[in-house]
C-alpha cells in the first residue's frame, strides 16, 4: 500500500485565505508581537518566517528582542507592557527561553485575549466546554486536518503518542468535543510499557512526542491515517534533515493516509497562529 499524502499547504491555504477576508473585514489591521529573549538562530529564523506569513495576510508584526541573559522579571515586564498596549492584538513568546527562567510562567502573565498560542489557563478550560475559538495552535492543526481530510472518527480506535500540555492533553480534548462523533482515544506517553501495542491498532495514529523516528513502519496498522506533529533536524550524511516522529517511508508503505515532514501539520499550525490572532483582534474590539 502506498499512502495517500495528506499535504499541509492546501489546508493551510484554506485557513490562510479565511483569515485574510476576516482581516480586511475588520477595518484595522491585528498586530501581533513576538517577545525573543535569545540569540538561537532557530527562534530568529521563526520569528522572520512569522512576520512573512503575517504579511501575507495584512497581519502587522514586532518582533520586541531582550537580551539573551533577561531575567524572569524583565521577560514579565515585557510581557505586561504588551498587555497594556491597545494596539497590540496578541503575543507570542519565542522559544528558548534564557537559563533559569519558567516559560510557564512568562507565558501565564500573557493576558488571555491576548494569548495567540491559546495555551493559557483560561483558554485550555474553554476547550473542555467545546469552545476552540482560541485554541492551541498545533493541536488545532491536527483536528483540522483529519477533518479536512475526511476521516470519519466516530468511535475510531485513536491513539495519541505524547502528553504535553500544548499539543498531546488538547489534541485528547479536542477530540472528544462530540457526544456522539468523537474517536476511542488512547494516549501513550513517556511511561508507556509496550508503545507498539497501541500503535499497531489504532485506526488514527497521532505522533508528538519531540523523537526523531519513534514510530517505526512496523508499529503502523494496516490501512491507518498517519499525523506525525514531530519537527526534529538530524544529520544525515552530514547534512541537516528535517524529519517527524514517524519514520515515514516505512509507515507511508502500510498507512492508507499519512502527513509528511516538512509540509503537514507545521504548514497548518502557522496558519492557526494567523487565525487565533484574528480571534484576539476580534476579543478586544
Known amino acids: 500500500m502506498a499512502a495517500r499524502l495528506i499535504e499541509g499547504e492546501f489546508v493551510a491555504k484554506a485557513i490562510t485565505d479565511r483569515v485574510r477576508s476576516d482581516v480586511a473585514a475588520l477595518g484595522k489591521a491585528p498586530k501581533l508581537v513576538a517577545v525573543l529573549a535569545s540569540d538561537n538562530p532557530g527562534a530568529k529564523f521563526y520569528a522572520k518566517s512569522q512576520e512573512k506569513a503575517c504579511a501575507e495576510v495584512g497581519i502587522a508584526y514586532e518582533l520586541r528582542e531582550l537580551p539573551a541573559d533577561s531575567s524572569a522579571e524583565r521577560l514579565k515586564a515585557e510581557v505586561a507592557r504588551v498587555n497594556a498596549d491597545d494596539s497590540v492584538s496578541g ?10 527562567v519558567n516559560p510557564r510562567e512568562i507565558q501565564m502573565a500573557i493576558h488571555p485575549d491576548k494569548d495567540v498560542e491559546g495555551i493559557h489557563p483560561a483558554n485550555i478550560g474553554r476547550l473542555f466546554y467545546g469552545d476552540f475559538s482560541l485554541a492551541p495552535c498545533t493541536p488545532h492543526a491536527v483536528v483540522t486536518i483529519l477533518r479536512e481530510a475526511g476521516v470519519d472518527l466516530k468511535g475510531k480506535e485513536t491513539v495519541v503518542v505524547g502528553h504535553s500540555e500544548i499539543v498531546g492533553k488538547p489534541t485528547l480534548v479536542m477530540l472528544l468535543q462530540s457526544v456522539m462523533e468523537s474517536p476511542t482515544v488512547t494516549c501513550c506517553h513517556i511511561a508507556t510499557r509496550d508503545l507498539a501495542l497501541h500503535t499497531r491498532r489504532a485506526e488514527v495514529l497521532i505522533v508528538a512526542a519531540g523523537k526523531a523516528g519513534l514510530v517505526k513502519g512496523d508499529m503502523v496498522r494496516e490501512g491507518a491515517v498517519v499525523v506525525d506533529v514531530g519537527i526534529n533536524r538530524v544529520k544525515v550524511d552530514g547534512k541537516t ?7 515515514f517511508e516505512g509507515a507511508s508503505q502500510r498507512a492508507s493516509a499519512i502527513t509528511p515532514v516538512p509540509g503537514g501539520v507545521g504548514l497548518v499550525t502557522t496558519a492557526m497562529l494567523l487565525k487565533n490572532t484574528v480571534e484576539c483582534a476580534r476579543r478586544q474590539g
Open 91 to 100: 503575543v507570542i513568546l519565542l522559544m528558548p527561553v534564557p537559563q533559569g
Open 241 to 247: 534533515k528535517i524529519v517527524g516522529d514517524v519514520e
